[in-house]
């Protein structure tokens, strides 16, 4: 932290360094050496201030950057012992004049201290009381356009205009193949006209060419416009946010910090007579000098309610997300240059007399509320003593935290989180295999159709997908009645093969973690009919636990003890095995006995001898 009175940073933005008269501004595109000079001229003048400053104090100032366009310029200084914190250094410029002239714009430079991201812009918007829509443009130009490179996806960005342009050579193809579709049509139709008009046809066009008039844009050009853009960022160029032409770049309100500043010219509203402005600026300046309150505070509110940026802004139509300490001082414009003995604003008659306005501004951004950026304003003020310019300088000191990334925690947390993904990509620790299902009464899962059981002609168990008795002739009847309720339709998962229980009301699952890490389960859509218990080592109870990689765990299931079915209860049911951060899986659970026992209910004092062999075969008796 800097020393009282000795800021890290010094940021000094200008505004016409030279005359911004057309000639200058026209010729300084062709050859830049008076605003050049006219730069060099303040870098030196202001370096030589700072050492200056220096001697007074214990610490020296370096140039950081410096750059300008036409009459704009910006140029930031830090303290030795800051100095080391600084990298990734860059500059950018975005025109905003007449015909992409640099009369009116802004200058940028954005730098990392420490681990937080700083962009610093001086801007000179659109002159004139009633171009308000003409400075909201100018500012949202400037902060949304891309001018520096984001040195992390700089491999990617270079990669994807590699395929753009691959792309733009394939729609380049297909234009001149369209251009030749569309003369061989051109004389086709030149023909057939005079055909159509004998024949009583209506003029159209085909589908090929409706398709080519689609792939042409109003100027007739097929290129699409952000392989364009791609191709101007990797001259250097700049065309603007078109499409993929941010890929890799960064705009001022891409940083973690911006810090706004300079001539915004906004005036006082239109609404409101010079006169009065005058007479208000009159009393403050008055009750001022006399040391009283007075009318102050309540003169000073009107003038601010007046200001446009205030309004724009209370309108978010500008600079949203900034903050502007309070404007305790007057009103920065319009003085008279190198009059230093009225101290007033220019009322000359024989002038262009221009109501007074705060048209020098300090604004800053913090991108994100909940990081570790922080921004004070420990002073906002204009400053009086300087007589040289029609306009009052200000400037605003700040008291600023940013961050530091521990670069050892970064890289384990990385890890950690890349391992993560990897494993989840490839089914590690999210991912586990069900084996079996939850079948009762001597019902059992024969696999030879989608949803299909076969018939139930025996209780002992021999082989999966095979009869488990063989029936002799006396009790072929009794086989026979029981495709009723053997062969029917579940909503159980495919393939998954249920047991023979004979007289045993319990059946389990088997989990089975396929994957390398821990995978964490849980079981839903119980059955109020069932009841689970789980088997071997883990944590959770008996519906969700946690099994390490290639871990297995049997899931038993029992029918609750004294369950009474009911007459159209559904006894057909699918338990879910939710896996966290994985694929959830599907498993039958039929009661075979329940059925059969709401079939008794429905039909009581129907059954015969042969409902009751079959409930014994079944183990219900």
């Known amino acids: 932290m800097a020393e009282a009175g000795e800021p890290s940073i010094f940021a000094l933005g200008l505004q016409e360094i030279v005359d911004l008269s057309a000639g200058t501004v026209v010729m300084d595109g062709f050859n830049p050496t008076v605003s050049n000079d006219a730069a060099l001229a303040w870098a030196s003048a202001l370096t030589a201030a700072l050492a200056t400053f220096s001697c007074a104090h214990s610490h020296t100032y370096g140039l950081v950057a410096r750059h300008h366009m036409v009459g704009v310029q910006l140029l930031v200084f830090a303290r030795d012992t800051a100095l080391p914190m600084i990298r990734a250094v860059q500059c950018g410029q975005v025109p905003c004049g007449n015909m992409g002239l640099g009369n009116k714009g802004g200058v940028m430079i954005r730098m990392d201290v420490m681990d937080t991201s700083v962009c610093f812009v001086s801007s000179h918007f659109a002159a004139h009381r009633g171009k308000v829509k003409a400075r909201n443009r100018d500012y949202k130009t400037i902060a949304n356009r891309h001018c520096f490179v984001d040195l992390a996806m700089e491999k990617f960005r270079k990669t994807m205009a590699a395929s753009h342009r691959a792309r733009n050579k394939v729609r380049k193809r297909d234009r001149i193949k369209g251009i030749v579709r569309k003369e061989q049509r051109d004389v086709v139709d030149k023909h057939s006209d005079s055909m159509k008009e004998e024949d009583g046809f209506s003029d159209g066009f085909s589908e090929d060419e409706d398709e080519y008039n689609e792939d042409m844009d109003l100027f007739g050009r097929t290129e699409s416009l952000d392989a364009r853009a791609m191709e101007a960022g990797e001259k250097g160029e ?292 069932l009841e689970l218990c789980g088997e071997g080592e883990g944590e959770g109870d008996d519906t969700e636990g946690v099994l390490g990689g290639g871990g297995r765990r049997k899931i038993w299931g029992d029918v609750k003890v004294g369950y009474e079915a009911k007459e159209g209860g559904r006894y057909m049911d699918v338990v879910t095995v939710k896996v966290e951060g994985g694929t959830d899986k599907c498993v039958g659970a039929v009661n075979w006995k329940l059925r059969w026992e709401a079939r008794e209910i429905k039909e009581k004092g129907k059954q015969g001898g042969d409902d009751e062999k079959m409930k014994k075969l079944l183990g219900l008796r």
């Open 238 to 529: 700049t065309r603007g946010d078109e499409g993929d032409a941010a890929l890799g770049k960064l705009c001022a309100l891409d940083h973690d910090l911006v810090f706004w500043m300079g001539d915004l010219n906004y005036r006082m509203d239109t609404t409101v007579p010079d006169e009065e402005v005058f007479e208000l600026l009159r009393v403050i300046a008055a009750e001022r000098e006399s040391m009283e309150a007075g009318n102050v505070e309540e003169a000073a509110e009107m003038l601010l309610g007046y200001d446009q940026l205030n309004i724009e802004r209370r309108n978010n139509r500008v600079f949203h997300g900034f903050h502007e300490g309070r404007t305790n001082f007057l009103p920065t414009y319009k003085y008279i240059p190198g009059d230093a003995s009225t101290g007033w604003y220019d009322r000359r008659p024989d002038k262009k007399m221009r109501c007074p306005a705060w048209c020098d501004r300090v604004l800053w951004r913090r991108k994100h509320s909940n990081h570790h950026e922080d921004v004070s304003l420990l002073q906002y003020r204009r400053v009086d003593f300087l007589y040289a310019s029609d306009h009052k300088p200000v400037n605003a000191l700040f008291e600023v935290k940013v961050k530091s990334i521990d670069e050892g925690e970064k890289r384990r947390l990385l890890e950690r989180v890349v391992g993560e993904a990897r494993r989840t990509v490839g089914g590690g620790h999210c991912e586990i295999k069900v084996e079996g299902c939850f079948s009762f009464g001597g019902a059992f899962r024969a696999g030879k159709g989608r949803g299909e059981w076969d018939e139930v002609l025996g209780g002992h168990r021999k082989n999966h997908g095979k009869i488990g008795r063989v029936v002799s002739e006396g009790m072929k009847e009794i086989g026979e009645g029981m495709k009723e309720f053997g062969r029917r339709r579940s909503g159980i998962s495919k393939g998954a093969p249920g047991t023979i229980n004979g007289d045993e009301d319990a059946d389990f699952i088997t989990l089975v973690n396929t994957g390398e890490g821990e995978a964490r389960y849980k079981i839903e859509g119980v059955p109020e009919w």
